[in-house]
């Protein structure tokens, strides 16, 4: 019974990585989209780019990368989320496991 929690867990938890991925890959659209839009009078180069647009492009991504990147706020959240998920259906087993043998009366 165990085992079944935990791979539907494990199953449920991988659906909501892949739906983040997504998630990460639209919201970047209109990142990358701004950032082409201030570099075409530069041929698309960014070392050709003046100081002020590269770093205006260099602070459209660290908001981008503080909310969507691999440490960002979602990611960060998601993971203790599924890390609190797994340890709750854990503990809750190990206790039901505890009960049967008679020992938690």
Partial sequence: MFNQELFNLMQRQAVERKDL??????????????????????????EKAPSYVREEISALRHEFFQEWGSEGKRVTFMNERHAQERHELGSGQFIEAFRKQGRGR
Avoid: F, I
Wanted: hydrophobic share 30%; charged share 20%; net charge negative.
């Fill in 21 to 46: 991925a997504a998630g990460t890959y639209t919201a970047w659209q209109p990142v990358g989209e701004q950032e082409r839009h201030l570099l075409m009078p530069y041929d698309g180069d960014y």
